[in-house]
């Protein structure tokens, strides 16, 4: 008896740990919890969390694929293991996972939301545009971040001018927005207007000078352009499988997103 009030009593502290964003210590009285009560639930999901914000992803997968096992009805379990498993590269798992989280879970915005970017990543457009159409539903005043969604729909289908149009209508709704402000740079420096490019992505590094959270939206970017540029190199690099034009887009694609890779990098390490 008096092992499982001490496991609640650690519990209650990793909860503590999490909500002043001590995450270490979350970690440990997590730790304790568990070893005197391995199966319960809710501390494997506040060690998961704890894990997953110092970025030890893969650990916390682990984690939460335990809860979700135990629990099946947990929208949140599904919902933080589609981030990690986003976050690990697994990218086709992670897109199952959103959808088990918005099946049990009808008004996750930010489950639909974030199903729809990686839909986008992989290419499936149509699909992507059914869940930001959602996303409005749900959200109205998310606008701004469904502009966006939208210009990267239309940039990688190769439609500058369409995707340059979203980010700007995105940017015009939230002057603060880095991501758009990144993405129209993206779009310039396809369309070799090198200055004009430098000039969006330098207001996008203004925007995140007062920012708490500047390094992970930088390594948010990062993780984007990086991902778009491998499949496009990887659907360039596959035989017979593009076109001449095709090649030509793809090439001018990388290269922009290898621009913005490059522009970011010192700002990643400072």
Known sequence: MNQRKDARRYARKGQSAIQGEKFESAIVYYSRALKLNKNK?????????????RE????????YKRVVAM??????AYYNLAFVLDMLGKID???EMYKEAIRLDPNDVDGYKNLAILLTSKGKCEEAREHYSKVL?????????V???LGCLYFI?????????EFQKSI???????????????ILFCEKKVEEAEKYFQDGMKTLENEGNKLKTIKEMMVSYTDHRTRLEAELNSSGMVNEEQRTLFGIMIDGLTKMIDLLTPHLEK
Request: proline content about 3%.
């Open 41 to 53: 639930s809710h501390s494997l999901f506040g060690m998961a969390v704890a894990l997953a914000e």
């Open 56 to 63: 030890r992803c893969k650990e916390a997968s682990i984690l």
């Open 71 to 76: 629990d099946p009805n947990n929208s949140a």
């Open 93 to 95: 798992e992670s897109i």
């Open 137 to 145: 539903e749900l959200k109205p005043s998310d606008i701004f971040l």
């Open 147 to 149: 502009s966006n969604g």
């Open 157 to 165: 289908q190769g439609m500058f001018a369409k995707a340059s149009e």
């Open 172 to 186: 015009a709704l939230d002057e603060k927005f880095t991501h758009a402000y990144c993405n129209m740079s993206l």
